[in-house]
Nanobody
Framework: VQLQASGGGLVQAGGSLRLSCAAS????????MGWFRQTLGKEREFVAA????????IYEDSLKGRFAISRDNSKNTVYLQMNSLKPEDTASYYC?????????????????WGQGTLVTVSS
C-alpha cells in the first residue's frame, strides 16, 4: 500500500487549505484513515481520523470546528479541510492507513504512512 499526500503550501493566517491523501496498491476493503502532524523537535501528534465508511470521525479536541476529515472511497482518497488556519498549525502533515475499520488516534495502530506535506501558516 502506498499513500500519497498533497495539498500543503504557504497560506496566511485565517486562510484555508485542503490536504488530500490517495491510497494505492493492495488496500483491503476495510480500513480507517488518519491525519497526523509534526513539527521539528516534537512528537507526531494526532489530528483527525475517519472510519471505513466515513460515518465516524474523531478529532483532536483543540482542532474541532476548524478541521474536517472526509473520504471518497471511489477514489481511495481521504481529505483534510483546514479552515481559519493559525501560525501554530504550521507543520508537516502525514496521512496514515489503519487496517482497523474504526478510527483511532493511536499512532501504533496505523500500518502504512504517507510522506509528509508541509503546511506553513504565516502571521
Amino acid at each position: 500500500v502506498q499513500l500519497q499526500a498533497s495539498g500543503g503550501g504557504l497560506v496566511q493566517a485565517g486562510g484555508s487549505l485542503r490536504l488530500s491523501c490517495a491510497a494505492s496498491g493492495r488496500t483491503s476493503s476495510s480500513y480507517s484513515m488518519g491525519w497526523f502532524r509534526q513539527t521539528l523537535g516534537k512528537e507526531r501528534e494526532f489530528v483527525a481520523a475517519i472510519s471505513t465508511s466515513g460515518g465516524r470521525t474523531i478529532y483532536e479536541d483543540s482542532l474541532k470546528g476548524r478541521f474536517a476529515i472526509s473520504r471518497d472511497n471511489s477514489k481511495n482518497t481521504v481529505y483534510l479541510q483546514m479552515n481559519s488556519l493559525k501560525p501554530e498549525d504550521t507543520a508537516s502533515y502525514y496521512c496514515a492507513l489503519s487496517l482497523m475499520g474504526l478510527p483511532t488516534r493511536r499512532l501504533d495502530r496505523y500500518n502504512y504512512w504517507g510522506q509528509g506535506t508541509l503546511v506553513t501558516v504565516s502571521s
